[in-house]
């Protein structure tokens, strides 16, 4: 390719990238996770932020030391796994469809996700519908506030507080 070829199509794409920060105004962490593209696209918003902070995350991969350090916008002992968190992000609405009916194909691989033993799987079913209107308290929670919602209120249950902790 001829160096006026790749000089303009580095150009275009930093304009692109330019052009998407300027639009965007705060990015969803509970899309991106944690890491250093978290926190360096921190105040961006939209899916391009999102993507360079995921495609970030990814290049570096960080959210291990992140997690295990409690920095990179990583929360130190956190409960809920990253796995657990993606699938959350990426399924809530059927998640909450499920939690809804007490049941479900999305729940129960939450309840895997959460290492939830299969001999509690039952009282975690009925804690989610029990408790659907404090876990999704309205339309715009979000994937991450969910999962904070859920363990905080296993954290109150005898039966589950074991994997809240």
């Known amino acids: 390719m001829p160096r006026e070829h790749l000089i303009a199509a580095s150009l275009c794409g930093a304009l692109g990238l330019v052009a998407a920060s300027a639009n ?3 990015a969803a962490p509970e899309n991106t996770g944690c ?14 932020a999102e993507i360079l902070a995921v495609t970030t995350n990814g290049l570096f991969s960080n959210q291990v030391f992140g997690i295990t350090s409690g920095t990179l916008g990583c929360e130190d ?5 990253a796995e657990a968190s993606q699938f959350m992000s990426e399924n809530m609405e059927q998640v909450a469809q499920d939690a809804a009916s007490g049941g479900g194909e999305a729940l129960a691989t939450l309840a895997s996700l959460m290492e939830i ?3 509690d799987r039952a009282a975690f079913y009925r804690h989610a519908q ?10 715009d929670v979000t994937a991450r506030e969910a ?6 209120t296993m954290a109150d ?3 589950l507080s074991r994997y809240a902790a």
């Open 35 to 48: 890491g250093a593209g978290t926190v360096l696209w921190d105040g961006q918003s939209g899916k391009a």
């Open 147 to 152: 999962l904070r919602n859920l363990t905080a």
């Open 77 to 81: 002992n956190g409960v809920i796994s």
């Open 24 to 26: 965007a105004q705060q």
């Open 130 to 139: 029990t408790h659907f209107e404090q876990i999704f308290p309205s339309a």
């Open 117 to 119: 033993d299969q001999a």
């Open 157 to 159: 249950s005898q039966a």
